[in-house]
């Protein structure tokens, strides 16, 4: 591999020239300039960048932690967050922390030793909250927290409102005359999940039918956020003696597994059950039949991210900024009225003697 010294040699200029025209600290002269950069391009010449970072104290990289690689919703956010970096002359180092908490601390330590110049953390759970906290204070650069928050007040905070975006599922399933209806969660512990879970009790104390100690067991289930997860809770669910019409799953992905598990029972969905996925994930429109869900802003998730971030990195801002945005519900074919739905009657206005005199014109 070619040296800075092999370029100077070539170029027929000192070392110092050439570092001069690779970090543009002082002008050269234009044919020089050019020798130089013909001979970089002709050696092949790639500059270090760590050496760099040492001169600059910058090292134009950002780094992004997620915790499951394989989910099509965290997948959606980095390549929004990817294209933003790009955008702004950033590149972006994304490790995925398969929702382990050591190798979560692995990989800060990597991204601080690469002198990264901002974070961003969705983190694995709420197991590891209190060291999370810890290393991100020693890590000592601007971080923003994604869908997942942590008690860690110098971190900026991107998220959808959950518990709202679970009063809406939940709630559409109600106006369509569903009254036992099942809840599939995530990780015991993790926010996002436990938020949802909040948000359909919340929305069946409405109607006065929130699930108590003795029913818990046959509609509250948990499926991980894995489509497998959701496929064996739906068979578990569909075991039962006493099944719900209807059913809230906290993530698309564990819905899909539902929609699979359904089919294989010969339950018919929306027909025999309607299902309620939540994250708007691409695929979410692609099912058999297409998932109703609740949409996450994904875009705006992703873009305020890097944008708080980069306010951070430049300084134009200091303090810890909270943005909490409104999900929005995306119906479509996995839901339908329960069998048993029956329009609100509108009360008539025609008096007696009205309905009288049209009878004895008919």
């Known amino acids: 591999m070619a040296t800075i010294k092999d370029v100077a040699l070539k170029a027929e200029v000192s070392v110092t020239t050439v570092s001069h025209v690779v970090n543009d600290t002082r002008h050269v002269s234009p044919k020089v300039h050019e020798r130089v950069t013909l001979a970089i391009r002709e050696l092949g010449y790639v500059p270090n960048a760590m050496a760099r970072s040492l001169k600059s104290n910058t090292t134009s990289t950002l780094g992004m932690l997620i915790p499951n690689s394989s989910n099509p919703y965290f997948a959606e956010i980095v390549r929004i967050v990817e294209d933003r970096c790009f955008a702004a002359g950033y590149t972006l180092v994304l490790c995925n922390t398969d929702d382990e908490p050591h190798r979560q601390s692995v990989y800060l330590q990597v991204l601080a030793e690469r002198r990264i110049d901002g974070l961003i953390v969705v983190s694995t759970g709420a197991d590891d909250d209190h060291s ?50 099942a809840c599939i969660g995530g990780p015991v512990g993790v926010m996002p999940s436990e938020q949802r879970i909040e948000g359909w009790r919340m929305a069946l104390a409405e109607t006065g039918t929130t699930p108590d100690i003795a029913n818990a067991d046959t509609l509250l289930w948990r499926g991980g956020f894995t489509s497998q997860g959701g ?14 019409s209807a059913v809230f799953v ?21 027909d025999e059950l309607s299902i309620v996925g939540f994250d708007d994930i691409e695929l979410s429109a692609y099912t058999s039949p297409p998932l109703t869900t609740v949409a996450q802003p994904k875009e705006r998730i992703g873009a305020l991210a890097v944008d708080m971030l980069l306010e951070r990195v430049s300084g134009k801002r200091r303090d810890a900024r909270k943005v909490v945005l409104q999900p929005e519900l995306r119906v479509r074919a996995s839901t339908a009225r329960h069998a048993s739905f029956r329009e609100p009657t509108v009360p008539s206005t025609e008096t007696p003697a009205t309905a009288t005199r049209k009878s004895r014109i008919q």
Not at 152 to 158: A, F, K, N, R, Y
Not at 231 to 244: F, N, S, V, W
Not at 250 to 270: F, Q, T, W, Y
Request: glycine share 6%.
């Open 132 to 181: 999370l906290a810890e290393q991100l204070h020693r890590l000592r650069v601007p971080t923003v927290l994604v869908d997942r928050e942590i008690a860690d007040p110098s971190c900026d905070l991107v998220e959808t409102a959950h518990m709202q975006g679970g009063l809406l599922a939940v709630r559409h399933l109600l106006s369509l005359g569903h009254k036992r209806i």
């Open 231 to 244: 496929y064996e809770a739906m068979h578990a669910i569909l075991r039962t003696e006493k099944k719900p």
């Open 250 to 270: 906290c993530n698309d992905l564990m819905a899909i597994g539902a929609l699979r598990a359904a089919h294989e029972s010969g339950v018919h969905v929306p």
